[in-house]
């Protein structure tokens, strides 16, 4: 494809319809040059693919494929290897469809467990966030097939999300919802990046050019197209001037005449429209080899590959010896989920299975016809359900009760009023490990869900997240022992939902979502407020045991040169009589910052699977940004010199080894003014040589007597100096204070 003889062959108008789509899944085709449509269709955990676009609208009315685990699960088994098959294996279905690019991965930040749609993102933290969404770029675009990371950006709630404005301070945007977003980008150039609904300070995230343009192409280096999430786009024309290059759906007879009119009253270059233009067709050119039915699918063995994953993200949260379950034991299956099977959100994600395992069938295949009560219905509580529940477990060695969150509760479309599981399910828990208390509860649920109240209960605890559509067999993969659960939280569980850091400012007031917690997200604001968990961040069991020796941390580069890089490693030992996997997590705190910064930071993990009695040397790698802060004095990444404490750890509040690193920085010094304040001006050292030479005698004196007053600066030590210049015994004049300030400017 000739692109630029295509951009100079197209009429205006033609360019305008390019830039605004064919219908609701495809690009336009303009037959006269041989320029194709190519189709694009949602996909974040698996196809759902429309061929049909009289029925475009209607999310149950997909093709067939395969459901693979939701973000909720899959991420939570910290295994980018795994995620990175499961994304080869999710473009090989969509070359199948004639699907050019899958709209995905989502890695907007959990900010609150309330989130309607957290079970589509990948975790609190932003460094989980870019490393697990990186593994599943990375494996659908190795078969050149495209990806969408959305949605761009601070996109954290479902209510009025359409028309709220997220509004929150550069600092916050950069450390917590922004690196996630930058990390694929400079990794593996996502085909497209999707821009979010919302406003951001007030601006349409569609018509942002400072987020568009300003950083996402001008700092990360950005060569994709951003496209619009469907329907998000409030002016075609001030998109175009920001960098939003594709609209979708069409605005057909409105978009694409607002952008002739616009070039044509001189209001939008031509420049401008080529500009996206190009990547329009840039796209295509990528695009335009897959032909639906080109390709055939192996669904039998992406089933086989979607229970795999789905066993790695359980996370087994407690277990009193319990589990694994013994091949002879006598098991009660309780509740509807393990008949009828909870297995991905409800939305635009939601895939037409082409199977779905149950966990109540998948017990049949290794126990045989195991006994069954339903003890509730989706709808609600049924006290003759519940008693013949009650009766069943007595009746049995091991009850396995399961639970969760059904479609009414959690959705693409609004937000969750409350963290608390249906008081019926709840009470059905107590009074089964108040009959039988070697009572196993397996969870099915999307977001965290408030179990303060009872999960002391029961003898042991699965979360098994939407898992997909073979959840139900890698549950019983994990009971049974035949995968010894590896699974850490990818988000906090909160005692309570006025624990979280952004209780009071979420969701929004008056179409305003106010970011009032900033840095302090997830794991980050329990530890800075000091909040005791139900389970933190990162936190998991097993059926063996490891243990880890020898730290050793290794520090080469500098922060000044921009090459620092300290490399971690230490010695993991599977000491248990099971094989199984361990994550080792590496964190990082600063022990002196003059910013307020969080206790400690996830900056690098690492999974590995080990045999009885093996052991490996796992080794983490921390770049210069594992240790910087972005300062708004600076516009930059800060390395603040000082301490660093680097420690690997089981999870957030589990730190095994630590070790203290010295680190050397370029300090953070502020452009001096005559409105920079005194403070500001004794820690500038260039500052204070001039006014030393200006004044060296009697008025000199006065100067030091000044700033050396420690009780008297505590006072004025913030006044701007164009103020303090004009109080009495000042020794020097305005004149002098400008002619110093512009001399330090200099050097």
């Known amino acids: 494809m000739d692109i630029d003889k295509l951009i100079n062959d197209l009429t205006l108008e033609e360019k305008a319809g390019l830039l605004i789509g064919g219908d609701f899944w495809h690009t336009l085709a303009v037959e006269r040059l041989g320029i194709p449509a190519i189709m694009v269709s949602d996909g974040p955990h698996g196809m759902r693919t429309q061929l049909d676009a009289d029925n475009a609208t209607n999310v149950g009315g997909s093709e067939p494929a395969t459901c693979f685990p939701t973000a909720s699960n899959i991420h939570a088994g910290w295994d980018p290897e795994i995620v990175r098959r499961v994304g080869e294996a999710i473009a090989a279905e969509a070359e199948a469809l004639g699907v050019a690019v899958v709209l995905g991965p989502g890695v907007n930040i959990k900010r609150s467990p309330l989130c309607g749609r957290n079970f589509e993102y990948v975790s609190e933290d932003p460094y989980l966030a870019g490393e ?52 694929i980008v400079k990794a593996a150039q996502p085909w497209t990046i999707m821009c979010s609904y919302n406003k951001i300070n007030g601006t349409w995230a569609s018509q942002h050019r400072w987020l568009l343009t300003d950083v996402l192409r001008d700092e990360w280096g950005f060569e994709g197209l951003v496209v619009s999430d469907w329907g998000a786009v409030a002016d075609r024309v001030a998109a175009v001037r920001a960098g939003l290059d594709l609209e979708m759906p069409p605005a057909k007879d409105h978009s694409e005449k607002a952008v002739v009119a616009a070039v044509e009253a001189g209001e939008l270059s031509l420049a401008e429209v080529d500009a996206c233009v ?23 063995a992406h089933d ?16 009193d010896g319990v589990l694994p379950l013994a091949p002879d034991v006598r098991i009660g299956v309780i509740g509807e989920f393990a008949r009828t099977t909870r297995f991905q959100g409800g939305g635009s994600s939601e895939v037409n299975a082409t199977r779905v395992t149950s966990a109540l069938d998948a017990f049949g295949e290794v126990y045989g016809e ?12 049924d006290e003759k359900l519940a008693a013949e529940a009650v009766e069943l477990a007595r009746t049995v060695d091991v009850p396995v009760v399961f639970i969760g969150l059904t479609d009414a509760e959690e959705s693409e479309g609004f937000d969750r009023p409350h963290m608390d599981l249906a008081p019926h ?43 997909g559509q073979a959840i139900g067999g890698a549950v019983v993969d994990v009971l049974t022992g035949k995968v010894n659960p590896a699974g850490r939280l990818n988000e906090t569980i909160p005692l309570r939902v006025e624990d979280n850091p952004s209780w009071g400012n979420f969701p929004s007031s008056e179409h305003h979502a106010r970011y009032g917690e900033g840095i302090f997200v997830g794991y980050r604001g329990y530890d800075h407020r000091k909040l005791e968990v139900a389970y933190p961040f990162g936190y998991g069991l097993g059926y063996t045991s490891f243990a880890w020796s020898d730290l050793s941390v290794e520090v080469t580069g500098s922060a000044a040169a921009g090459d620092l890089v300290a490399t971690v490693s230490l010695q993991v030992t599977n000491t248990g009589e099971r094989a199984g996997a361990d994550v080792v997590q590496v964190y990082v705190g600063d022990l002196d910052s003059v910013a307020t910064r969080p206790v400690r930071e996830l900056k690098g993990f690492r999974k590995v699977f080990l045999e009885p009695g093996a052991s490996e040397r796992v080794e983490v790698q921390l770049d210069q940004r594992a240790f910087s802060y972005w300062s708004e004095t600076m516009g930059d990444w800060v ?52 006014l030393a030479e200006r004044f060296p005698t009697e008025d000199g004196g006065k100067l030091v007597g000044l700033f050396a007053n420690q009780n008297l600066m505590t006072v004025i030590g913030n006044f701007p100096m164009d103020r303090l210049v004009f109080f009495p015994g000042s020794p020097f004049s305005h004149a002098d204070l400008v002619d110093v300030a512009r001399r330090a400017s200099e050097g």
């Open 425 to 467: 399910q709840v009470q059905l828990v107590k009074d089964v490990a108040a009959a039988n208390p070697r009572t196993v509860v397996v969870l099915s649920n999307g977001s965290v869900v408030t179990m303060a109240d009872w999960k002391d209960a029961p003898a042991a605890i699965l979360e098994a997240w939407l898992g």
């Open 278 to 300: 190009r990547r329009v067709l840039e796209l295509v050119a990528k695009g335009e080899h897959i032909r639906q039915g080109a390709t055939s699918v192996d669904f039998d």
């Open 639 to 690: 390395v603040e010199a000082g301490d660093f404490r680097i420690e690997a750890a089981r999870h957030v509040r589990e730190v095994v080894l630590e070790q203290v690193v010295s680190l050397e920085g370029p300090g953070i010094v502020s452009e001096l003014t005559i409105a920079s304040s005194a403070d500001e001006w004794i820690r500038n050292e260039r500052a204070m040589e001039l």
């Open 132 to 183: 697990m969404g990186l593994a599943l770029v990375e494996g659908i675009q190795s078969r050149k097939v495209g990806t969408s990371v959305k949605h761009f950006a601070a996109n954290s709630q479902e209510t009025f999300r359409i028309q709220m404005s997220s509004d929150v301070d550069e600092r916050t945007l950069r450390e917590i919802y922004l690196p996630a977003f930058e990390r």
């Open 304 to 319: 086989a590959l979607a229970r795999e994953a789905a066993a790695q993200g359980c996370v087994l949260l407690e277990n």
């Open 370 to 381: 195991v006994p069954f009560a339903p003890g509730f219905t989706l709808e609600g509580a």
